[in-house]
């Protein structure tokens, strides 16, 4: 599914954000044509929100993500995204160059 329309002009750095229709893949477009396609559940996996971090400490954050998928999609400023799951969770923002190093990771 597309990203929501903004009133703004497309962020600096990404030319498209969307996600697949089942939602478990977000497909990025970088301004340098690169295409990148990352799993829902490495998204959620990789939130780096302080609620997501304090759940890591201490140590009461999932090992994986089953069935979760992208429920929306919204631009943060020109440099990232933020990302809406299915488990209620949508407080993380994602930059266009950490997109990168999770699409590299997988």
Known sequence: MPLADSPFSTPIGAQAVAYSADGTELHVTL?????LMIAAATLR???RCAHCRRAQIDGVFPDRFVDLTISEVSWVGGYG???????????????????SELA???
Do not use: M
């Open 81 to 99: 995204i933020n990302v809406a799951f299915s488990d209620g969770h949508a407080r993380g923002i994602y930059p266009f160059s950490y997109l």
């Open 45 to 47: 996996a990789a939130c």
């Open 31 to 35: 301004a340098t044509g690169a295409r």
């Open 104 to 106: 590299r990771q997988e």
